[in-house]
């Protein structure tokens, strides 16, 4: 597995990451946790170094099984994880945040103990909270790495300006968004501020929540609790109008004797050499098609066409509804 390096602070993880969120929450009944902590010791073996957590995933039982599968190899590997969700006792705020410097640094213990670590590699803000000053939350990060319990600092979701006032307060390691194939906003402001800063980019849902894997069509049913069901994007017009772009990556991927996935992660690993995709599976299968995309090579005449290609392509739907979409614009 190639690396990549997360910033001038020199995080070093493969290029391909794994996002755990899945693993025991989120859609569907819950997978058998021994197997899942069996799927996150193959990814390790098969030269993944990279996974994200987060405190609100479950709550708190992510984490847990993180670090537990993990535990074996954690000089080996680096683990990210996220705070600022109303999850622990005293929390406060209708909209479900609280970055409290008080509640972040409860929320350091909490998840220093459930990934068995004395340090949390990469701690995220979750989620940019209105109430709470940036300048404070970045403070209230720097105070955790003086005291050797935090080593780096990393924002989720965050707009431009307010990545820029947290970075002069404490350096940004790295920003994590959803960016893929099928959303691509975060190239108008987030990316050029994150390479004038040497940050480095995590991508979310970097195959479009399983859309651009091309095993997902307008007749496709999801279970009552996968989160999909209330997105714009996954109704199932916009499924059927988005087929194209899955056509198209299948398209290229037949040239390069490739998965759509593939294609997927092997664009974005692309776009930067210090972006680093973190996709999620529950299973062996996909974990293995996931980590081949790391030795596809697109040339920039392969680059040229897909742009040429997707401009003709406009994507229908947004990707989450207005509520929840003006929180990931802070």
Not at 248 to 265: C, F, M, S, V
Request: charged share 25%; net charge positive; hydrophobic share 40%.
């Amino acid at each position: 597995m190639q690396t990549r390096t997360l910033g001038q602070n020199g995080i070093a993880v493969s290029a391909i990451g794994f996002g755990c969120m899945g693993l025991n929450y989120h859609r569907g009944p819950a997978p058998d946790r021994r197997e899942m902590i069996a799927l996150v010791r193959t990814a390790v073996e098969r030269g993944v170094t990279f996974f994200d957590t987060a405190e609100v995933y479950g709550p708190f039982t992510n984490e847990a099984l993180v670090g537990e599968a993990l535990e074996p190899f954690r000089k080996d590997v680096v683990i990210a994880t996220k705070f600022g969700h109303d999850v622990g006792p005293g929390g406060r705020g209708s909209d479900g945040l609280d970055s409290r410097p008080e509640r972040i640094r409860a929320a350091a213990e909490g998840s220093l103990k459930r990934l068995r670590v004395e340090a949390i590699d990469l701690f995220y803000q979750h989620r940019v909270d209105p109430k709470v000053p940036i300048e404070e939350v970045a403070g209230a990060v720097k105070g955790l790495i003086a005291q050797g319990k935090v080593k780096h600092f990393g924002l989720s979701e965050a707009g431009a300006a307010t990545i820029r006032r947290a970075h002069a307060v404490q350096p940004v390691a790295a920003v994590q968004s959803e960016y893929s194939f099928w959303w691509r906003q975060p190239e108008v402001e987030v990316l050029p501020v994150c390479e004038e800063l040497g940050i480095g980019f995590v991508s979310f849902s970097p195959l479009g929540r399983g859309f651009l894997t091309g095993k997902i069509d307008e007749t496709t049913p999801f279970g009552a609790n996968d989160n999909r069901t209330s997105l714009p994007r996954f109704a199932p017009d916009a499924r059927k109008a988005n087929r194209p772009i899955v056509d198209l990556l299948a398209k290229i991927g037949a040239r390069k004797q490739a998965t759509p996935a593939q294609i997927a992660l092997a664009w974005l690993l692309a776009r930067k050499p210090w972006i680093v995709p973190i996709p999620g599976t529950t299973k062996l299968g996909r974990l293995v098609e996931n980590i081949g995309a790391a030795a596809i090579t697109l040339t920039p005449d392969d680059l040229r066409q897909i742009e040429a290609a997707a401009a003709q392509i406009p994507v229908q739907g947004d990707r989450y509804p207005k509520a929840d979409a003006e929180r990931t614009r802070r």
